[in-house]
T-cell receptor, first 111, second 115 residues
């Protein structure tokens, strides 16, 4: 399984754009990149998944460079309610790998 | 369309008692996963089940823990003779058949406190 590395914590302010980068140097050809969000006292929530280039949905954008050794989750104009832990996962979407959640990145949005 | 349901949401047990945690997957989902989360830590995978089958239990402690997902009814995670170290949040997730195990839908969790 590809190992991921992401910052332990980040701070931001309301209205700013937040970019969280995840490193996955040994990503395999069949691996996809998936991000989850977890609010305090709740289960994680699937946010976005991608393979290469850029993916955008109503919640976030995911930027993946050509070498796929890293990815960046972009949250536009964050609000206080975006305070959460964000997990980056890498794995074969069609395989039987079980998602491995590390410590994630704890994002705190300040007023 | 109801999401993943877990009950109870909070469970208090004395050392040595048994804890039973229940998980009802989303409608149409036949894959269930159990995770444990200790305070200030990430989620640790415990077990992956399909109806009447344990697919992967590599994260389950060898003793006192068991899980099942019967043909009818919810999935059950059972912890026998609980100890203080079992205090944690236990999350269940489900995914539809034939879909990625990386797109899981999580329940709200059961917070187990062992006194």
């Amino acid at each position: 399984l590809a190992k991921t590395t992401q910052p332990i914590s980040m701070d931001s302010y309301e209205g700013q754009e937040v970019n969280i980068t995840c490193s996955h140097n040994n990503i395999a050809t069949n691996d996809y990149i998936t991000w989850y969000q977890q609010f305090p006292s709740q289960g994680p929530r699937f946010i976005i998944q991608g393979y290469k280039t850029k993916v955008t949905n109503e919640v976030a954008s995911l930027f993946i460079p050509a070498d796929r050794k890293s990815s960046t989750l972009s949250l536009p104009r964050v609000s206080l309610s975006d305070t959460a832990v964000y997990y980056c996962l890498v794995g074969d979407r069609g395989g039987s790998y079980i998602p491995t959640f590390g410590r994630g990145t704890s994002l705190i949005v300040h007023p | 369309n109801a999401g993943v349901m877990q009950n109870p949401r909070h469970l208090v047990r004395r050392r040595g008692q048994e804890a039973r945690l229940r998980c009802s997957p989303m409608k149409g989902h036949s894959h269930v996963y159990w995770y444990r989360q200790l305070p200030e830590e990430g989620l640790k995978f415990m077990v992956y089940l399909q109806k009447e089958n344990i697919i992967d239990e590599s994260g389950m402690p060898k003793e006192r823990f068991s899980a099942e997902f019967p043909k009818e009814g919810p999935s059950i995670l059972r912890i026998q003779q609980v100890v203080r170290g079992d205090s944690a949040a236990y999350f269940c997730a489900s995914s539809p058949p034939g879909r990625t195990t990386y797109e899981q839908y999580f329940g709200p969790g059961t917070r187990l406190t062992v006194t």
